[in-house]
């Protein structure tokens, strides 16, 4: 009889180095040996290392906005190739992928069913391995007490937060809590295959185990890269809360469920799980896990709120969970991919992400209002701006927190992003090549023309919506390019999430004014300075907060499909200028294409607005298709390979 076993890989601690100057410093030695079980669970150190590679194999920073890299891309199936992550942004309309390989992503009239998904044989495999860990640090006679205690919390945690990211995307899957093992003797492969689960009994799943083991791992803000019992608590906040929207919002969309409950949550099971998502965020707001505050090192709130993603140190006591890197070890290509293009380290490969107009003009004025940015008059003159700044001045210090407007610094420079000269008959002087030099009508002398970051149509690698993106991007010299790497950290769970975890729970459950202040704390760090009353509180207000606060960090496709509303903001029609204009603030907001804002400059010498900036608002021409979410999208295809291996699985509803 032959049984399968987990092979046990030492990916980080040498038995020499078991006491290390940082928590995330075992996620980050190369394999070195194989040992038998009985030899690696009789050792702290060589249990830590095993731990190290499942901590590495959770879904991680290629995968933010829940679109898996396939594994042709890189030589490690456990490991996607962390580079292409940052296309899963321009799927939603907040941004173009300045990039001539991904300008399908615009072009698209629909997604297939199966966007979004995970590997399942990769996670059944990842599962195992974690039921074998758990099970051999059970039976471990060798380690301490203590030792067993926090690594078996840790591998528990993994292990429902892992079913948590399949559970958002797949609806209810089969539940295997024990290592299945087959028995190729006797060809039981029937007594394996396991049933989907009811999606409410993986959130349960979920929620139990992150109660159950809160109080076995250690309340400490410092330790970010393994889990604590924020981290517990901040898992089970979200997860109750995603529980809780679809129990609540599922009522919209009746034919997005199935009768056996692997695809939908009853409505009468909405308001405990909002009261288990409140209760536990606030655990973690009131200190009982740890001094966890929001980020204010910094007296510019643009300027703050970049550093919060930057910020590695003690001084991060936002930051709850991250996914750590570090030089010389494993980094990634994000700001390789994503610096501006006159400021890169290597040129010729930057500038991917263009944050959209849509998006930017959802960031509201500092009195609490929503307004378009202004590009004319009431007549439908053009106005004009002494500095390209100008036209956001007043606005949500999270704003050029997120995102490198015109202008904007980075790394001691400028970008240089404009479109051309407006001259004075109307026309255009501009190139089709970024910085290029022409002669101004009735000059000699040859000047640059349009900026060295475009926009240019079409042309890759310079900004087509006016826009950089500034979140997560790394300003240290070097970290562009791709032999170094950046070592930023991706930050899984935060304090603000947690905040406004709370204050949508606590609006659900009729605690407007609890939530108001919850919402508040987040938005005076933002620089907002008119608070929001109770009466204030709307489920427009709950959206607008978590998308411009977690913009480009994974949230946008999972809450939008929680609260059941995807398939109203992506409809398959086109975004129109009116869309766009209209509605700001606005959950269901059509934004099914990115639009972007061109700044010219004015050249007219007989005028006083000669030399100075006026805007416009510019579908990017490449832009030929819209998002359509379909009902079938709601929920990630299980393909027909997958169903044969195990006929006892249901196919997902409206496929």
Same mark, same amino acid.
């Given at each position: 009889?032959?049984?399968?076993?987990?092979?046990?890989?030492?990916?980080?601690?040498?038995?020499?180095?078991?006491?290390?100057?940082?928590?995330?410093?075992?996620?980050?030695?190369?394999?070195?040996?194989?040992?038998?079980?009985?030899?690696?669970?009789?050792?702290?150190?060589?249990?830590?290392?095993?731990?190290?590679?499942?901590?590495?194999?959770?879904?991680?920073?290629?995968?933010?906005?829940?679109?898996?890299?396939?594994?042709?891309?890189?030589?490690?199936?456990?490991?996607?190739?962390?580079?292409?992550?940052?296309?899963?942004?321009?799927?939603?309309?907040?941004?173009?992928?300045?990039?001539?390989?991904?300008?399908?992503?615009?072009?698209?009239?629909?997604?297939?069913?199966?966007?979004?998904?995970?590997?399942?044989?990769?996670?059944?495999?990842?599962?195992?391995?974690?039921?074998?860990?758990?099970?051999?640090?059970?039976?471990?006679?060798?380690?301490?007490?203590?030792?067993?205690?926090?690594?078996?919390?840790?591998?528990?945690?993994?292990?429902?937060?892992?079913?948590?990211?399949?559970?958002?995307?797949?609806?209810?899957?089969?539940?295997?809590?024990?290592?299945?093992?087959?028995?190729?003797?006797?060809?039981?492969?029937?007594?394996?295959?396991?049933?989907?689960?009811?999606?409410?009994?993986?959130?349960?799943?979920?929620?139990?185990?992150?109660?159950?083991?809160?109080?076995?791992?250690?309340?400490?803000?410092?330790?970010?890269?393994?889990?604590?019992?924020?981290?517990?608590?901040?898992?089970?906040?979200?997860?109750?809360?995603?529980?809780?929207?679809?129990?609540?919002?599922?009522?919209?969309?009746?034919?997005?469920?199935?009768?056996?409950?692997?695809?939908?949550?009853?409505?009468?099971?909405?308001?405990?799980?909002?009261?288990?998502?409140?209760?536990?965020?606030?655990?973690?707001?009131?200190?009982?896990?740890?001094?966890?505050?929001?980020?204010?090192?910094?007296?510019?709130?643009?300027?703050?709120?970049?550093?919060?993603?930057?910020?590695?140190?003690?001084?991060?006591?936002?930051?709850?969970?991250?996914?750590?890197?570090?030089?010389?070890?494993?980094?990634?290509?994000?700001?390789?991919?994503?610096?501006?293009?006159?400021?890169?380290?290597?040129?010729?490969?930057?500038?991917?992400?263009?944050?959209?107009?849509?998006?930017?003009?959802?960031?509201?004025?500092?009195?609490?209002?929503?307004?378009?940015?202004?590009?004319?008059? @009431? /007549?439908?003159?053009?106005?004009?701006? !002494? =500095?390209?700044?100008?036209?956001?001045? *007043?606005? #949500? +210090?999270?704003?050029? $927190?997120?995102?490198?407007?015109?202008?904007?610094?980075?790394?001691?420079?400028?970008?240089?992003?404009?479109?051309?000269?407006?001259?004075?008959?109307?026309?255009?002087?501009?190139?089709?090549?970024? @910085? /290029?030099?022409?002669?101004?009508?009735? !000059? =000699?002398?040859?000047?640059?023309?349009? *900026?060295? #970051? +475009?926009?240019?149509? $079409?042309?890759?690698?310079?900004?087509?919506?006016?826009?950089?993106?500034?979140?997560?991007?790394?300003?240290?010299?070097?970290?562009?390019?791709?032999?170094?790497?950046?070592?930023?950290?991706?930050?899984?769970?935060?304090?603000?999430?947690?905040?406004? =975890?709370?204050?949508?729970?606590?609006?659900?459950?009729?605690?407007?004014?609890?939530?108001?202040?919850?919402?508040?704390?987040?938005?005076?760090?933002?620089?907002?300075?008119?608070?929001?009353?109770?009466?204030?509180?709307?489920?427009?207000?709950?959206?607008?907060?978590?998308?411009?606060?977690?913009?480009?960090?994974?949230?946008?496709?999972?809450?939008?499909?929680?609260?059941?509303?995807?398939?109203?903001?992506?409809?398959?029609?086109?975004?129109?200028?009116?869309?766009?204009?209209?509605?700001?603030?606005?959950?269901?907001?059509?934004?099914?294409?990115?639009?972007?804002?061109?700044?010219?400059?004015?050249?007219?010498?007989?005028?006083?607005?000669?030399?100075?900036?006026?805007?416009?608002?510019?579908?990017?021409?490449?832009?030929?298709?819209?998002?359509?979410?379909?009902?079938?999208?709601?929920?990630?295809?299980?393909?027909?390979?997958?169903?044969?291996?195990?006929?006892?699985?249901?196919?997902?509803?409206?496929?």
């Amino acid at each position: 009889m032959k049984k399968l076993f987990l092979s046990i890989t030492i990916i980080a601690l040498l038995l020499g180095n078991a006491g290390c100057k940082k928590d995330s410093d075992f996620l980050d030695v190369k394999p070195i040996s194989l040992l038998p079980n009985e030899v690696a669970f009789s050792d702290p150190a060589l249990v830590l290392s095993i731990l190290g590679d499942l901590y590495n194999r959770q879904l991680d920073f290629s995968s933010l906005d829940g679109r898996p890299i396939p594994e042709s891309n890189t030589g490690d199936p456990n490991n996607p190739d962390i580079e292409a992550g940052w296309r899963t942004f321009s799927d939603f309309g907040e941004s173009f992928p300045s990039e001539n390989g991904s300008y399908f992503l615009v072009r698209n009239t629909s997604w297939g069913y199966g966007e979004w998904r995970v590997d399942w044989s990769r996670s059944y495999r990842y599962i195992r391995e974690l039921n074998l860990f758990i099970q051999r640090d059970s039976a471990s006679t060798a380690l301490t007490a203590a030792d067993k205690t926090r690594f078996m919390a840790e591998g528990r945690f993994l292990r429902a937060n892992y079913y948590f990211e399949m559970v958002k995307r797949m609806g209810g899957v089969p539940l295997v809590t024990s290592p299945q093992t087959y028995d190729e003797g006797k060809g039981e492969v029937v007594s394996l295959q396991t049933p989907r689960a009811k999606e409410s009994d993986i959130y349960d799943f979920v929620i139990n185990e992150m109660e159950a083991i809160k109080n076995q791992l250690p309340s400490d803000v410092n330790t970010k890269s393994r889990a604590t019992k924020a981290a517990a608590l901040a898992v089970k906040s979200r997860a109750a809360l995603y529980a809780a929207s679809i129990a609540k919002y599922g009522a919209n969309t009746p034919q997005v469920s199935l009768p056996g409950g692997e695809v939908g949550i009853p409505a009468s099971r909405a308001t405990a799980y909002y009261t288990t998502a409140l209760a536990a965020a606030k655990e973690i707001i009131d200190g009982n896990a740890g001094a966890y505050k929001l980020y204010q090192s910094l007296p510019d709130p643009a300027e703050n709120f970049a550093a919060l993603f930057l910020d590695k140190s003690s001084v991060n006591q936002e930051a709850i969970w991250i996914e750590d890197f570090r030089v010389g070890g494993r980094t990634h290509g994000y700001t390789t991919n994503d610096q501006p293009y006159s400021i890169s380290d290597e040129g010729g490969d930057a500038g991917r992400i263009n944050p959209s107009l849509n998006l930017v003009e959802n960031f509201e004025k500092l009195d609490g209002t929503f307004a378009p940015l202004p590009t004319t008059d @009431g /007549s439908g003159n053009p106005i004009y701006y !002494t =500095n390209q700044e100008d036209i956001f001045a *007043g606005r #949500d +210090g999270r704003l050029r $927190g997120t995102v490198l407007v015109p202008n904007s610094l980075f790394k001691g420079k400028r970008v240089d992003i404009w479109a051309g000269y407006q001259l004075a008959d109307g026309s255009i002087l501009s190139s089709d090549e970024a @910085g /290029s030099l022409k002669k101004l009508p009735g !000059t =000699n002398t040859d000047i640059q023309v349009v *900026g060295k #970051d +475009g926009p240019i149509s $079409g042309l890759e690698f310079r900004t087509q919506s006016g826009f950089y993106i500034r979140k997560y991007l790394d300003p240290t010299v070097g970290s562009g390019r791709r032999g170094r790497g950046s070592d930023v950290a991706y930050i899984r769970y935060r304090y603000a999430e947690v905040l406004l =975890n709370a204050a949508e729970a606590a609006f659900e459950l009729g605690q407007t004014a609890i939530a108001a202040g919850y919402m508040n704390q987040v938005r005076a760090r933002a620089g907002l300075t008119t608070p929001l009353t109770s009466t204030d509180l709307s489920f427009d207000r709950i959206v607008h907060e978590r998308r411009v606060e977690l913009a480009f960090e994974g949230h946008i496709l999972f809450d939008y499909k929680r609260w059941r509303i995807a398939h109203i903001v992506w409809d398959g029609a086109q975004t129109s200028l009116a869309d766009l204009g209209t509605n700001i603030g606005k959950a269901t907001q059509r934004s099914t294409q990115p639009w972007g804002l061109w700044p010219y400059k004015y050249y007219n010498p007989a005028s006083p607005n000669n030399g100075k900036w006026l805007y416009k608002e510019v579908k990017p021409p490449v832009v030929t298709g819209f998002d359509f979410f379909r009902f079938g999208n709601y929920y990630s295809q299980i393909n027909d390979a997958i169903i044969a291996a195990n006929p006892k699985l249901v196919r997902q509803p409206n496929q």
